[in-house]
């Protein structure tokens, strides 16, 4: 996923040339004024969601990465039934695999309950899970957290709830790490768009 936030829709139309097709946005306003600009490509919500916010980014984004509470799960397939009732809408659960107090996310403990709840819903279905591990010096300091989200991810699906195969980890500094750990998706900004302006 090459995340494309505070990048221009200039740039954003040179990396479709360049064979890029999958985005991720952090804010659902940013993308709003992007994806109408920018054939060719599919998104991906790679931000937090606010509920109020949720009608919006299941109009604009292919999947949401960042479900991160059954309440919003149940507001989304309560969307999706007035926009696209005939269709599932592909979502990752977030999972807070360090119990980090600054991030969004299931506690790992609670990923089972909310797993069996989101998939009695009609139209969501969980492709996976996700999960922003914290700041490391050390892209090796990283692996523990995504392997702690595969094997999450293994034991889930041992049990018999039904959970994709996407795992969503890893970023600029640590996904070759994320990769070696199991990833299906990677979350690459500043590697491919370079630094962000400050501010």
């Not at 221009?8 to 991720?24: D, I, M, N, S």
């Not at 931000?47 to 149940?74: H, M």
């Not at 809408?89 to 089972?112: H, S």
């Not at 969503?168 to 630094?195: K, P, Q, W």
């Amino acid at each position: 996923v090459a995340v494309s936030k505070t990048v221009p829709v200039e740039r954003l139309r040179a990396a479709v040339v360049a064979g890029f097709r999958l985005f991720g946005e952090n804010r659902v306003q940013e993308a709003a004024a992007k994806v109408p600009e920018v054939a060719g490509a599919r998104w991906h919500l790679v931000g937090p969601l606010q509920s109020n916010k949720a009608r919006r980014a299941v109009e604009l984004f292919d999947a949401i990465e960042t479900v991160d509470s059954v309440e919003l799960a149940v507001r989304l397939d309560r969307i999706l039934g007035a926009l696209r009732p005939e269709s599932r809408y592909p979502i990752l659960l977030q999972v807070n695999v360090d119990r980090d107090p600054a991030k969004a996310g299931l506690d790992p403990e609670a990923v089972a309950w909310a797993l069996e709840r989101i998939s009695e819903l009609a139209r969501l279905e969980v492709r996976g899970l996700m999960t922003i591990g914290h700041l490391v010096d050390e892209p090796e300091a990283a692996r523990p957290t995504f392997r702690a989200l595969r094997r999450l991810a293994e034991r889930l699906r041992r049990s018999g709830l039904a959970l994709g195969p996407e795992l969503s980890m890893g970023m600029t500094d640590d996904f070759e790490i994320a990769v070696e750990e199991g990833a299906t998706l990677v979350r690459i900004g500043r590697a491919i768009f370079g630094e962000r302006p400050a501010g």
